[in-house]
């Protein structure tokens, strides 16, 4: 089920994308497959990563990631890969980790609901 989101908060993610990188669904299994080193960082609410996530995802929601992430993941240079329900929340979140340093931040687009639509494996 797509979300339909206010034009505001459209407003504002269309504004940081050509700011950001972000990748497709297809890229970020191709990475896991050939064995590639990053970390996966589910962006979404509790409520959501509690019902269903990728393998190997570490949970940085939203509300807490800028402030949370430099004590779990202080190297900036490190690779992110970011992902939430479909991607919008995901690119905001890149977006002002980058601003905070990290240089290697992309965002899943198309996010879980791409992963799963894909028969992405998923963990509870």
Known sequence: MAMQHSPGFLKIVNEVRPHIKECTVEDVKSRIQAGDKFVLI???EESEWAAGRIPGAIHLGKGVIERDIESKIP???A???LYCGGGFRSALAADNLQKMGYTNVISMDGGFRGWK????EIVK
């Open 79 to 81: 690779p992110l890969i």
């Open 42 to 44: 589910d962006v979404r």
């Open 117 to 120: 639509d894909s028969g992405g």
């Open 75 to 77: 190297d900036h240079g």
